[in-house]
């Protein structure tokens, strides 16, 4: 069983869709991070998180650190938001453990 | 301010030949790390530099591997003799402190 875990692993959406992408992990961590992989693309921070909730445009992340879960929610998708969604978190040392991703698809 | 490039972007070898795999990470960042993403499964740490001292390469697969930061700017993968099972899509990050990290758009390595 991996440390973290994603669900689901693929969604597909209507433009306008309200999403949410979930993350469990199972160690203690100093901080999660949503990232963000575009086909052919590189991987991009989106968010870190330790505590509490950050939102950024229409991207919206959350974290309970008492029940070890993470959600990243996306308000109006957009086509361009199709993309691989990871999240990872570090424990104690600096290296980023990952969750297996989620491959978004938005349809117009 | 440049991003973290990796070079080659795509490399196809045959089994048992040489492959190094290069990654310039943003200037000022010490600190260096290696990932791997093998076909269907979640990327992996394979090691972390701090300048060019190794902080932590329980990753590494096997001695196959050699990873070096000589000088501690660049650093380079070198998989020698390649096998079948190192194929996937080699990332490269990079950051300041221990918080957040600066991906590459990785290497894709595909042993045949």
């Known amino acids: 069983k991996n440390e973290v875990e994603q669900s689901p692993q693929n969604l597909t959406a209507q433009e306008g869709e309200f999403i949410t992408i979930n993350c469990s992990y199972s160690?203690?961590?100093?901080?999660l991070h949503w990232l963000q992989q575009h086909p052919g693309g590189g991987i991009v921070s989106l968010f870190m998180?330790?505590?509490g909730k950050k939102k950024h445009g229409r991207l919206i992340a959350t974290i309970n650190i008492q029940e070890k879960h993470s959600s990243l929610h996306i308000t109006a998708s957009h086509p361009r938001d199709s993309a691989v969604y990871i999240c990872?978190?570090?424990?104690?040392?600096?290296?980023?453990?990952f969750g297996t991703g989620t491959r978004l698809k938005v349809l117009a | 301010e440049a991003g973290v490039t990796q070079f080659p972007s795509h490399s196809v070898i045959e089994k048992g030949q040489t492959v190094t795999l290069r990654c310039d990470p943003i200037?000022?960042?010490?600190?260096l790390y290696w990932y791997r993403r093998v076909m269907g499964k979640e990327i992996k740490f394979l090691l972390h530099?701090?300048?060019?001292?190794?902080?932590?390469e329980s990753g590494m697969p096997n001695n196959r591997f050699l990873a070096e930061r000589t000088g501690g700017t660049y650093s380079t993968l070198k998989v020698q003799p390649a096998e079948l099972e190192d194929s996937g899509v080699y990332f490269c990050?990079?950051?300041?402190?221990?918080?957040?990290?600066?991906f590459g758009p990785g290497t894709r390595l595909t042993v045949l």
């Open positions: 160690v203690g961590i100093s901080a």
């Open positions: 200037s000022g960042h010490d600190n």
């Open positions: 530099f701090v300048k060019e001292s190794k902080q932590d």
């Open positions: 990872a978190v570090t424990s104690g040392t600096y290296k980023y453990i």
């Open positions: 990050a990079s950051s300041q402190t221990s918080n957040e990290q600066f």
């Open positions: 998180l330790s505590s």
